[in-house]
């Protein structure tokens, strides 16, 4: 093809191809072959001819650019009907006009189209021109945000008119709202989400190698003051990190289960006055699976949640459930009453974290009397790793009508490193079980300890163990009173024949404890005949030891010990650590005291003098005993044998209680004795 202007014969009565001269860089009139601007062509001789109709010969000229030798058109651009110039050419600029962005270093090639009525003629290829690599600038190369997140745009500076690009997001919080693609300078706007994390955060917008960041702060701390069950669930609705609940003194009769869903940290859920019984969150019912079974569900990467000082009773299956990772959790002062599962759950789902580290401290969790079915639990710990359960009182776990149910505390599904200390269980049918089944392909349970723990069941509660280990290799049981009263052969059982490595010493139990199914421990300093003598009140639960318990004072093994006992106490205090969870504290124990004469139901003569013996156990050392009749002080003794002698002066009934008195001011009362005085005193 010629540079100039030049014509072939056409068939029709028009000719409407235009004649491609060439295609230009800038002004100049050579061939160009790198970024070209402008096409520069003859036009057709029928330009400015007219149809038979009258219409124009020629209504406008295209300009189609492809890959050279190729028909693969890049993009076609209608540059009008423009005038000649002077010397006869039509030259128009294409690439302004271009919506569609060459690839650098292609080689094209372009055809003018000549369009009328009676059709399109293309002309001749041009020679091959090509795009040289583009460059690009931002007007800033990174922008910050708070937490609430905003609006922001960022201008990208492009080398040519022909440079495309499309903008990406690296996060799904940062949104490209405008100018997302484009070719040449242009102008990009986006939104930053809030941030409900307690960490800040990074992203970025890449276009190509240009690259513009984008940071977000974390969010900060906020208090919100809670009054109705509707602001409760507002609240927990719009939950952001970082944010405290502060429930004020009420009954919050939920409407729906609360679902904390992460990403959140650092959340808090209380009460305000610290009294758990202050405030109250309740459900429809233990025994009604209606519209709100569960109290609290918290699900997905919720870190450091806590909740404490509060009242959850009377739901279906759950006081509070993890699920799908939450980690680091901490459940503290709360009273759990009657949930129809357990009251804490921790659900292991499959391809999600497990629900890891969490701790239930200085809570009450258990039934108004039993469960309603033998789902009844208290902590049932699945898959999860490193919690800690501690100083809890764990309090009617059981079935309904001497059914067994879940265990008070149980720990299974691959669980491991399970602490349960310093708590006090309370006729249950289980009070600790760590691992339950013989798990193929793995250990139910592993590592852990079980110490400290006071476990006591009334010889009228049906049961199975006070403490359970199974298929849980690697396991402390040490330094535990479990009295089951006849109610269960073994107050420590551990089974299964992956059950090794274990140490169970210095526990004081009412029984033997027991190995089975090929389970192996080491078993020391045990002792294995507490009677209820020994403790100041089990019925209560109260294990710990009178001054009088020799058979469990200053005699643990040495070689396990625990520093500290169930009330934080150090051990020893004495000549070496006491058997069981209690560390007698002489200083800190209070005397024991009874009268042994007059007897009870005695009956004496007036106006003649009785001798009031007492005999007192006092730790501390005592200061002095008191005698009272009917509530009136009438002497007192500082040396053994404590004695006075007193003179009934009236017929009537007499009650006569002695009080001890420890050199540290504590004081112990005597059971009152009654006694009758007449004249004949027979």
């Known amino acids: 093809m010629s540079r100039r202007a030049w014509c072939r014969e056409a068939k029709s009565a028009l000719v409407l191809q235009a004649v491609l001269a060439s295609v230009l860089a800038g002004t100049g009139w050579t061939q160009p072959t790198v970024d070209p601007q402008r096409v520069e062509f003859t036009p057709s001789i029928s330009n ?48 302004n006009s271009l919506t569609v962005a060459p690839v650098s270093g292609v080689l094209y090639e372009a055809r003018v189209l000549t369009v009328g009525p009676l059709g399109t003629t293309p002309s001749d290829p041009s020679g091959t021109f090509t795009f040289s690599a583009c460059q690009y600038a931002l007007s800033s190369s990174s922008s910050s945000f708070g937490a609430l997140g905003g609006t922001g745009s960022v201008s990208l500076a492009a080398s040519a008119v022909w440079c495309g690009w499309t903008a990406v997001s690296s996060a799904p919080w940062l949104q490209i709202t405008s100018g997302a693609s484009g070719i040449g300078s242009s102008t990009t706007g986006f939104t930053v989400a809030p941030n409900t994390t307690g960490n ?40 952001a990190s970082n944010t405290t609940l502060r429930l004020a003194p009420g009954t919050y009769r939920l409407s729906a289960t609360l679902q904390l869903r992460g990403p959140l940290s650092g959340v808090v859920l209380t009460g305000t006055t610290g009294r758990a019984s202050d405030v109250v969150i309740e459900g429809e019912g233990m025994t009604i699976d209606g519209t709100v079974p569960t109290a609290i569900s918290v699900s997905g990467n919720v870190q450091g949640l806590q909740i404490a000082n509060l009242t959850i009773k009377n739901f279906s299956r759950h006081a509070v459930f993890f699920d799908n990772g939450p980690q680091a959790p901490r459940l503290s002062n709360l009273w759990l009453i009657d949930c129809g599962n357990a009251c804490i759950r921790t659900n292991l789902t499959s391809g999600a974290p497990s629900v890891d580290d969490g701790i239930v401290e200085r809570s009450w969790i258990g039934y108004t009397l039993a469960g309603d079915t033998v789902s ?83 010889p009228s509660i049906a049961g199975g163990p006070g403490i359970s280990v199974a298929d849980s290799p690697n396991t402390v049981v040490a330094y535990n009173t479990v009295v089951l009263s006849n109610t269960y052969p073994a107050p420590i059982e551990y089974r299964y024949i992956d059950s090794t490595n274990l140490t169970i010493a210095n526990n004081l139990l009412d029984g033997t404890i027991t190995a089975r199914d090929g389970a192996a421990g080491m078993l020391v300093g045990n002792v294995t005949a507490a009677t209820p003598g020994m403790f100041v ?50 200083a800190n124990t209070p005397p024991v005291i009874e009268v042994v004469n007059p007897v009870n139901g005695q009956i004496v003569r007036t106006f003649s003098s009785i001798q009031i013996q007492a005999q007192a156990h006092v730790p501390g050392g005592t200061a002095s005993v008191e005698f009272y009749v009917n509530s009136t002080l009438v002497g007192s003794d500082t040396t053994e044998p404590y004695e006075l002698t007193w003179t009934p002066t009236r017929r009537g009934t007499y009650s006569i209680v002695a009080v001890a008195i420890d050199s540290a001011g504590n004081r112990a009362s005597s059971p009152p004795v009654t006694i009758t005085a007449n004249r004949k005193g027979r």
Do not use: C
């Open 537 to 586: 009140n089990p019925v209560e639960g109260d294990l710990h030891l009178l001054p009088t318990a020799a058979a469990a004072i200053d005699l643990a093994e040495l070689s396990v010990q625990e520093q500290l006992d169930i009330d934080d106490e150090v051990r020893p205090m004495g000549l070496a650590p006491d058997v069981g969870a209690d560390e007698v504290n002489a």
């Open 48 to 95: 400015t001819a007219s149809l038979p109709d009258g219409r124009p010969a020629v209504s406008g000229y295209d300009v189609e650019i492809a890959a050279a030798g190729t028909t693969q058109v890049l993009q076609r651009i209608a540059l009008g009907k423009p005038a000649p110039d002077p010397d006869g050419l039509i030259r128009a600029n294409f690439v």
């Open 376 to 458: 009844a639990g208290g902590v049932d710990l699945r898959g999860s790793r490193r919690w800690s359960v501690r100083h809890n009182t764990f309090q009617n776990v059981r079935g309904p009508s001497g059914q067994t149910s879940r265990p008070a505390v149980g720990a299974i599904s691959g669980a491991s490193e399970t602490a349960v200390e310093a708590n006090v269980f309370i006729n249950d049918s289980t009070g600790v079980a760590l691992g339950l089944t013989d798990l193929a392909g793995g250990y139910d349970h592993s590592g852990g300890r079980v110490a400290n723990n006071f476990v006591y069941r009334d």
């Open 200 to 239: 800040s955060r990074s992203a970025s917008i890449a276009f190509g190698p240009a690259t513009f960041a984008v940071t977000q702060a974390a969010a900060g701390p906020q208090t919100l003051d809670i009054l109705t069950e509707a602001d409760l669930q507002a609240a927990i609705a719009s939950l």
